[in-house]
């Protein structure tokens, strides 16, 4: 069966350090993987997704970055954190030749920028 | 036109009782609808999928017209357990490889002792 990991769990940050969240799937080949970022008492927003290694497309203009090392490898990064970036970060990943497109996500992780 | 658009309740009802959930979406070339529920301070887990002809799971009934765009979920005998946000997701434009869902904010069930 196919498992999604996400570490870590919580974080904390101060306003202008770096980030690296990461996100690995087991059990499957060649995954649709996506990042989200759900901030406080709002919808989950997706930040980008990506089709293949090194293939990654943005969909919301931030100072965030994402990057596809390996086939089920997904890493989310910044250089320099602002307070709006807190929020809980979600990574999914879907089944490329799944015709219904159901995404399954993993535990999640809370960030906190003070 | 928010893309999905769901009443964020809360609602509030007693074990036991039947509850019904509703959803719009926006765009007429959307393929697949889903149910999710979110419990708090987690993520999100796939509930159901929606189909054409509508569909039930035990308890839970989804149901879509999409002369409407319209989508429901019925919970019937509400258990203390079913407490949660139920977000009503929907597939973006032809499908193709990039497979990208909207998610409604969701709506925040409360099952009352």
């Known amino acids: 069966s196919q498992t999604i990991h996400q570490w870590p769990a919580t974080l904390v940050q101060p306003v202008g350090s770096p980030l690296s969240l990461e996100c690995t799937v087991e059990?499957?080949?060649?995954?649709?993987l996506y990042w989200y970022r759900q901030a406080a008492g709002r919808g989950l927003q997706l930040l980008f997704y990506?089709?293949?290694?090194?293939?990654i497309s943005s969909e919301v203009p931030q100072n965030l970055s994402a990057s596809r090392p390996q086939d089920r490898q997904f890493i989310l990064s910044s250089k320099k954190l602002l307070l709006s970036d807190s929020g809980f970060y979600l990574c999914?990943?879907?089944?490329?030749?799944?015709?219904?497109?159901?995404?399954?996500f993993g535990p999640g992780t809370r960030l906190t920028v003070t | 036109r928010k893309e999905v658009e769901q009443d964020p309740g809360p609602f509030n009802v007693p074990e036991g009782a039947t509850v019904a959930f509703n959803c719009t979406y926006s765009n007429s070339a959307s393929q697949s609808f889903f149910w999710y529920r979110q419990d708090c301070r987690k993520e999100p887990k796939l509930l159901m999928s929606v189909y054409s002809s509508g569909n039930e799971d035990g308890r839970f009934t989804a149901q879509l017209n999409r002369a409407s765009q319209y989508i429901s979920l019925l919970i019937r005998d509400s258990k203390l357990s079913d407490s949660a946000t139920y977000l009503c997701?929907?597939?973006w434009g032809y499908g193709g490889a990039t497979n990208k869902l909207i998610f409604g904010t969701g709506t925040l069930l409360a099952v009352q002792p």
């Open positions: 990506s089709v293949g290694i090194g293939q």
């Open positions: 999914a990943w879907t089944a490329r030749d799944r015709v219904s497109y159901e995404q399954y």
């Open positions: 059990g499957t080949s060649n995954p649709n």
């Open positions: 997701v929907v597939n």
